[in-house]
C-alpha cells in the first residue's frame, strides 16, 4: 500500500518561500513520475508540476507557477520536496503531492497515488 505524508504548509507573506515535502512509503519515488497538484476554495483541483523519472528527469510547470517553484526529489529518504519562491496570495490552496503522474491530454495530468494535502495561506 502507497502512503503519501505531506508537510510543511503553513501560513507566509506575500514575497516568501515554503518547502513542502512529501514523504512516500510502500513504493520507491526513484523510478516513476512524481508531481504536485493543488486546489484554492471554491475551485478545480490543478496541475503545478511533475518531475519525470526517465533518463533526463524533465520537468514540466504549470504557467502560474514557472520559474517560482521547483520539484525535487531526495531516492534516499523516498522524499518528494515543492520549492515554493516569491510566494503570492493566488498560490493559497491545499497542496497535494502526486506519485505516478501521467499525462492525459492538452494541459491535463492524473495520478495514481495521492497524499491528502498540507495548506498553505499566503496573505499580501
Known amino acids: 500500500q502507497v502512503q503519501l505524508v505531506e508537510s510543511g504548509g503553513g501560513p507566509v507573506q506575500a514575497g516568501g518561500s515554503l518547502r513542502l515535502s512529501c514523504a512516500a512509503s510502500?513504493?520507491?519515488?526513484?523510478?516513476?513520475?512524481v508531481g504536485w497538484f493543488r486546489q484554492a476554495p471554491g475551485k478545480e483541483r490543478e496541475f503545478v508540476g511533475i518531475?519525470?523519472?526517465?533518463?533526463?528527469?524533465?520537468?514540466t510547470y504549470a504557467d502560474s507557477v514557472k520559474g517560482r517553484f521547483t520539484i525535487s526529489r531526495d531516492n534516499a529518504k523516498n522524499t518528494v520536496y515543492l520549492q515554493m519562491n516569491s510566494l503570492k496570495p493566488e498560490d493559497t490552496a491545499v497542496y497535494y503531492c502526486?506519485?505516478?503522474?501521467?499525462?492525459?491530454?492538452?494541459?491535463?495530468?492524473?495520478?495514481?497515488?495521492w497524499g491528502q494535502g498540507t495548506q498553505v495561506s499566503v496573505s499580501s
Open positions: 518531475l519525470r523519472w526517465t533518463g533526463s528527469s524533465s520537468t
Open positions: 510502500g513504493r520507491s519515488v526513484s523510478n516513476i513520475a
Open positions: 502526486a506519485v505516478g503522474v501521467l499525462w492525459v491530454g492538452q494541459d491535463k495530468y492524473e495520478a495514481t497515488y
